[in-house]
């Protein structure tokens, strides 16, 4: 049941930094740009299972997407709110999908649980 509720709370995650995003005004296009980009940080996996983990969970946590809203905020630049969103939206994804933060023994090894071919026998 709790990962049942965290994939759901990645989906609302997801749709609500989606309808934020419609509200500053920014390019779609920008959007599509930029969904997938905080998946750049795997290439932190060339480097080994610890780096990736942490370079993957830094552009994974919510935290990062916060901080630039907030700053959006105090700053009035739709700009960095929409970029915000965009992260937020993409962290829901992933959420939502399955994919947890990393552990440094790999990188199917997440605070979601196991994932990959070896999930279900794990």
Known sequence: MPRLLLRLEGLALFILATWAFAYTDTSWWLYAALFFSPDLSFAGYLAGPRIGALAYNALHSTLGPALLAGLGLFLDHSMLLGIAAIWAAHIGFDRMLGYG????????????????RQAAGA
């Open 101 to 116: 933060l990393k552990y440094a023994s790999g990188f199917n090894d997440t605070h979601l649980g196991r994932i990959g």
